[in-house]
């Protein structure tokens, strides 16, 4: 009986466990991604790298233009270093400090040679009297002689200096002026590059997204084809049984029902690495499972129709809006702003100066081992005079660079109008092409029909059905081709009017 129970149990685990799993893969089926145009343009903005770039570009050039103007306002810096020598700065030389240390014994040794005859009629007393008090007042001129040898003393051998230095630029030649503008410039061209690297990025998933729709529809249509084409090849099956067809007939449709089972097989393929492709640039895992709302039964058919009257005119092409140009627009500027730059390299400079500078020793009051300091102001002028032409050869090499950089802009600026031209003229062909599609549609169906109905009354053979199956297909396909066409168009011409993703 514990047996019989436990068995029980067990089975019943089973069951709840088939049931949890068929559950969880019910949820795992409904859980497929749906994603729109809009989604997946906004996923491939957030996650494509040079978008990031672009942004870290940007910034970078914003705070070279903060950098710039600070050209404009004065500059503190300071200094402050320690110095140690072998030897000391000395005022005096050595014959003067020689001089200076025995001046009185000097003096001593003239007075008694000029007057050591008048000293020797002297009383014997009055010479020793005599002779102490010279050699007292020697020996205190001695001493005054060292002192003032110690007072020139400099002791520079540990010199400690600093000082504090405040610049103001008051004429350049223009060059803080051009160099800002330039940065303006800069500061510019890196939005115009990450505004073309939106468009490009808006452009790329565009066409990834349309890629993946006309092949899921076109699966569809093998799908359709197989069907269709193996359901013939069951009723010449039963027609070869009844005697009524031949077994060539019946090897023919085979070889059909081969070819539409290997096209089915590689547009699945080409559709699966296109979803990849789309999950990447979307920056979603390669093998999650998604579904673009444009490859939904319901729409098919009515891919292009919603955009029929959104054909966009040549005339409407303004240069402001296409990044390119702007860029190119930017360069030549700054090519016209070196050249300005370089110019000014051949104008005075003047900058006022000032500041405080304080050392130890110092020799404000004397030199003292003591620190000390004074204020300072100044001007600054610098005049080139001679520098052998240098200057001038840069500035023309400078304005061969500008005539270079227009002579781009103005080429650019026909090619793209050119492209805009060639877009528009490619958006009214690819509508032309879809109404001639959907009416060829009309009549390969009708076609088609009149063949399966003439084939089962016995009128028409195998092979004009097969016919009528392959231009049935082929209309399918290229009323498939067309929408698609109508769409990719659009988007090229958005693209070469510099519109695309507004």
Known sequence: MHAKQIDMMSKMIKRVGMFFLLVMMTIGTDAQRVLSLDSCRA???????????SKIKQEVAANLRRSMRTKYLPHVNAFGGYMWSSKEVSI??????????????????????????????????????????LSQVAGDLNGVGSEIVDAFRTDTRN????????????FMGGAIMTANKMADINEDLAANSAEAQRQQTLFTIDKTY???????????????????VKKLDSDVQKMIAEGVATKSDG????????????????????????????????????????????????????????????????????????????????????????????????????????????SNPNGFNGF????????????????????????????????????IANLELDEAR???????????????????????????IARAEENLRTANLGYKEGVISTTTVMQAHTAWLQAQSQKIDAEIDVKLSQVELRKALGTLGQ
């Open 43 to 53: 996923m491939a903005l957030r996650e494509n790298k040079q978008i990031g770039v």
């Open 92 to 133: 005096l030389n050595d014959d003067q400090k020689e001089s200076l240390n025995n001046m009185g014994s000097n003096l001593a040794t003239g007075v008694q040679s000029t007057i050591g005859p008048v000293v020797a009629a002297l009383p014997v007393a009055a010479q020793a009297k005599m002779a102490s008090n």
């Open 159 to 170: 010199l400690i200096a600093g000082t504090v230095v405040v610049t103001q630029p008051l």
């Open 368 to 403: 003292e081992k003591k620190f000390a300091g004074l204020w300072h102001v100044g001007v600054i002028l610098h005049v080139p005079v001679w520098n052998w032409g240098d200057v001038k050869y840069k500035v023309r090499a400078a304005k061969g660079a500008s005539a």
């Open 251 to 358: 090897l023919s449709v085979s070889v059909k029902v081969n070819e539409a089972e290997m096209a089915l097989t590689q547009v699945t393929d080409g559709l699966v690495l296109s979803r990849m492709l789309l999950c990447q640039l979307c920056g979603l895992s390669m093998d999650e499972q998604i579904e673009l709302e444009d490859e939904k039964e319901e729409n098919d058919g009515s891919m292009a129709v919603a955009e029929a009257n959104a054909t966009i005119s040549a005339q409407q092409f303004s240069p402001d809006n296409r990044p390119e140009l702007k860029m190119l627009q930017n360069s030549a500027d700054l090519a016209h702003q070196t050249t300005n730059l370089l110019k000014a390299g051949n104008l005075p400079h003047l900058l006022l100066t000032g500041g405080y500078s304080i």
């Open 210 to 228: 349309w890629q993946v729709v006309s092949l899921r529809h076109k699966q569809r249509l093998a799908e359709s084809f197989v069907e269709l």
């Open 414 to 440: 026909e090619k793209i109008e050119l492209q805009v031209s060639q877009n528009n003229f490619r958006v009214n062909e690819a509508y032309k092409k879809l109404a001639m599609a959907q009416s060829n």
